[in-house]
């Protein structure tokens, strides 16, 4: 049996296993993308798995928390009503921006269609809290945030991993998700130590786990939620659940979904990962003068999801080759200002910076402009390919028809297309501007053309173009199709 606030041993649930999911036996919990959820007509699955008595914690994807942007209110309000209607005990999302340009830049807004990292600096970490509590403020239900997963690294940070996650957590009380696949990756693709960051966590403010596939290229580490679980992610995961007995973990699976029974011997590896870690800890007595070790049951008060008990040890020391004045002090805000050393609130300078390097660096992704000083060009690019080989991706999901059409030239026609064509909008809108895009440039007079050319003026309408940059020329469009 289960304790008391404890989610236990979870999987992601998609709708292309919502079957398996249902009588996988063994499941405590489930985790739902909030985005691909509509609060009055959930998924019948979710609904039977409810009504068992199975926890459903909605995943936000897109609210861009460490962005230089204030959190939207109606992203908020959405993600705060999926909570309700589910009667989740608590709402994740990312440490990530995930747009970026706008007023604060007097620039385009541009989508990433991805989760990128924050730059782990003063300025940053302020810009997030800020955000973070005010997420908070508009939440039923506790937040916890992920950490994630990069292929590329920011110049200049001044924190570590663990330094950045400890500072946020103890700022405003906020819980944390931590994704060991995440960790790993970054262990690959930015050296950096998986066990320093798991050392210098506040562990008794993690609200669960995340545990997923990924593979190696080229010395690369993509986390494609799409393979098996490695070993080094087991292997991290055993380090954290020997410092803390994590309240819920999870298998997160997005694609090429293998058989029930492959996800159902994932569950008892992970199982038997956290059962071994757990006994090997308990038989290690403890250093003399330390405190016990940590239940990760009751850290956080579920009214505000407030570090509560035990209180973190204290700050961890800074990173190698770093002052001690680069890891600002645990503090409580007073005034107007905040301690530590970050700028005072209301001053916006902190936040207007943080855009103008957000948004050079996601313009150099997405819309082909030179990389900012001090990355790495190489890596640069790797993300920048991963970044679009993840947007045809999805435009093929949520607009199917256009692979069928275009065949085999549907992918390279697409990667072409977004070298320099940043998606400023969702992706059903990118769908819709890479099909005007073709038919603009003239392709030959087939079968395939006139099918494009039908399924593109079936689906823009007058009411969305009208609402769109653009519109004018747009409709034009239109009118030029309909007399052919």
Known sequence: MREAGRLGTGIGWRPEIAGAVENMPGVDWVEAVAENLCPGHLPESLLRLRARG??????????GLGGADRPDEARLTALAERAEALGSPLVTEHIAFVRAGGPL??????????????????DALRVLCENVRAAQAALPVPLAVENIAALISWPGEEMTEGQF???????????LLIDVANLHTNHVNRGEDPAKALGELPVEAIAYVHVAGGFERDGVWHDSHAHPVAQPVLDILADLASRVSPPGVLLERDENFPEPAELQRELATIRETLERAGATA?????????TARATGGSAVTPAAGRVASPAPAGPPAPAA?????????????????????????GDEAPRQRV?????????????????PEGFDRVRLGVQARSLAAKRAD???????????????????????????????????????????????TGLPEDSGTRRLRDWWLERSGPAPLSRRPGARLARATRRALLRH
């Open 105 to 122: 830049t007097a620039s385009p807004l541009l989508e990433a269609g991805h989760l990128l990292p924050v730059p782990r600096t003063r």
């Open 355 to 371: 855009a103008l390097a957000q948004a050079a660096l996601l313009s150099a992704l997405v819309a082909g402009t030179p990389a």
């Open 321 to 345: 080759g770093q002052g001690q004045e680069t890891r600002p002090a645990a503090h409580t805000v007073t005034g107007s200002a905040e301690p530590g050393g970050l700028a005072p609130v």
């Open 54 to 63: 199975v926890t459903v914690v909605p995943h936000g994807v897109s609210l």
């Open 165 to 175: 996650l400890y500072e946020l957590a103890d700022r405003t009380g906020v819980r």
């Open 394 to 440: 999805v435009v093929a999901k949520v607009a199917p028809e256009l692979p069928e059409i275009l065949g085999d030239g549907y992918r390279p026609a697409f990667l072409a297309y977004a070298q320099r064509r940043p998606m400023t909008g969702g992706y059903r809108r990118d769908a819709l501007d890479f099909a005007e895009h073709l038919l603009l």
């Open 282 to 290: 308990r038989e290690t007595p403890e250093p003399a003068g330390t």
